[in-house]
T-cell receptor, first 115, second 112 residues
Framework: DQQVKQNSPSLSVQEGRISILNCDYTNSMFDYFLWYKKYPAEGPTFLISISSIKDKNEDGRFTVFLNKSAKHLSLHIVPSQPGDSAVYFCAASALGGGSQGNLIFGKGTKLSVKP | DTGVSQNPRHKITKRGQNVTFRCDPISEHNRLYWYRQTLGQGPEFLTYFQNEAQLEKSRLLSDRFSAERPKGSFSTLEIQRTEQGDSAMYLC??????????FGPGTRLTVT
């Protein structure tokens, strides 16, 4: 039973446009959410995170939105660049529930940004 | 390079053999995590250390798997009597707090 779901295996976007990656979760104990980017043959790289007490967090071209009632979060990348082409993983943690920070990951969405 | 390092990067072994992987975390990080990633899946949590203490283990960590972090610095993950289902990327991550974990490049294990 997947607790973190990324229902789009892939996404293709034109350079300069907005990329929107979506993530849904089922566990209401999750209170901290992260996005990681992964290039082939490398480990995941931390991008941006959000606590459940917020509904938006922004860092440069990256913004994460959290809708707790819908158990949904999204990552917006604007403007998209060819170097953003990678697999993006959504991850969640239940820190308030006594978790030591172990992350539950989705299956990832492969983003391709075309020049 | 002050990031998380893992060795070896690749390991090919025959079924039934034992393998050991090493992770060197970022030096000031007291938290260390092991994850496993198979094709088409996200990383799955295996175990967590705070300093030298192993505080959490996933049910994925069968009795053939053992992890250590003897001096609270580097960590090793050993798999005994490997099976083909153990073929995966084994990822190590470290952090100072429970919020953001920094991952190493991983060790890709192939069991033939």
């Amino acid at each position: 039973d997947q607790q973190v779901k990324q229902n789009s295996p892939s996404l293709s976007v034109q350079e300069g446009r907005i990329s929107i990656l979506n993530c849904d979760y089922t566990n209401s104990m999750f209170d901290y959410f992260l996005w990681y980017k992964k290039y082939p043959a490398e480990g995941p790289t931390f991008l941006i995170s959000i606590s459940s007490i917020k509904d938006k967090n922004e860092d440069g071209r990256f913004t994460v939105f959290l809708n707790k009632s819908a158990k949904h979060l999204s990552l917006h990348i604007v403007p998209s660049q060819p170097g953003d082409s990678a697999v993006y993983f959504c991850a969640a943690s239940a820190l308030g529930g006594g978790s030591q920070g172990n992350l539950i990951f989705g299956k990832g969405t492969k983003l391709s940004v075309k020049p | 390079d002050t990031g998380v390092s893992q060795n070896p990067r690749h390991k090919i072994t025959k079924r039934g053999q034992n393998v050991t992987f090493r992770c060197d975390p970022i030096s000031e990080h007291n938290r260390l995590y092991w994850y496993r990633q198979t094709l088409g899946q996200g990383p799955e949590f295996l175990t967590y250390f705070q300093n030298e203490a192993q505080l959490e283990k996933s049910r994925l960590l069968s009795d053939r798997f053992s992890a250590e972090r003897p001096k609270g610095s580097f960590s090793t993950l050993e798999i005994q009597r490997t099976e083909q289902g153990d073929s995966a990327m084994y990822l190590c991550a470290s952090s100072l707090n429970p919020y953001e974990q920094y991952f190493g490049p991983g060790t890709r294990l192939t069991v033939t």
